[in-house]
């Protein structure tokens, strides 16, 4: 079972739609990432919140807006998507940013298959 | 440009074999290494890692080798399990940064 959780597991929506994706983890940490990952590739970083607070996006298009209520959950909220950004979102956390020794491992959840008709 | 190479996309190795999965990085300031494990329908899982000071850690089964002046590291499985047949993700990190970079990955087929 993994410690982070993602909902929903599959996901398809039109073009028009607003939907969510979450994501949760008890296991006390401080850093919080979106990933997105096509089929065959890498998982690619979108966001990262260090302390509830947004600290890295990566250029990612304004139909796509994360928000973290608080230290334990993290939403993706989708609006008029393309075709094109069907594909698996992870969800993952880590005890801290990455920094000066404190360099700690990725706990991935099992993502969400998004499907935009 | 991509600074995390995985060069094999797959690999087969019998069971109980050693499984050598490689993988070369081009940025000689990532001072952190990760290997993920991916199943089909599952995020990827955190494996093993080792900071730039050393050159070897080992976990069980699995064994990182760094070596750092051909920026090239290693995950060593022994014996091979049909329960590793997965895709390994490498991926390295920056000091004082959030992100990590993952290589392309390989998917290893552990033969009966």
């Known amino acids: 079972d993994t410690e982070v959780t993602q909902t929903p597991k599959h996901l398809v929506m039109g073009m028009t739609n607003k939907k969510s994706l979450k994501c949760e983890q008890h296991?006390?940490?401080?850093?919080m990432y979106w990933y997105k990952q096509k089929a065959k590739k890498p998982p690619e970083l979108m966001f990262v919140?260090?302390?509830?607070?947004?600290?890295i996006n990566e250029s990612v298009p304004s139909r796509f807006s994360p928000e973290c209520p608080n230290s334990s959950l993290l939403n993706l909220h989708l609006h008029a998507l393309q075709p094109e950004d069907s594909a698996l979102y992870l969800c993952a956390s880590s005890r801290a940013e990455i920094s000066q020794g404190d360099n700690s491992p990725l706990h991935f959840g099992n993502g969400t298959r998004l499907t935009v008709t | 440009d991509q600074q995390v190479k995985q060069n094999s996309p797959s690999l087969s190795v019998q069971e109980g074999r050693i499984s050598i999965l490689n993988c070369d990085y081009t940025n000689s300031m990532f001072d952190y290494f990760l290997w993920y494990k991916k199943y089909p329908a599952e995020g990827p899982t955190f494996l093993i890692s080792?900071?730039?000071?050393?050159d070897k850690n080992e976990d069980g089964r699995f064994t990182v080798f760094l070596n750092k002046s051909a920026k090239h590291l290693s995950l060593h499985i022994v014996p091979s399990q049909p329960g590793d047949s997965a895709v390994y993700f490498c991926a390295a990190s920056l000091n004082r940064d959030d992100k990590i970079i993952f290589g392309k990955g390989t998917r290893l087929h552990i033969l009966p």
């Open positions: 080792i900071s730039s000071i050393k």
């Open positions: 296991m006390g940490h401080r850093a």
């Open positions: 919140y260090s302390y509830e607070k947004l600290s």
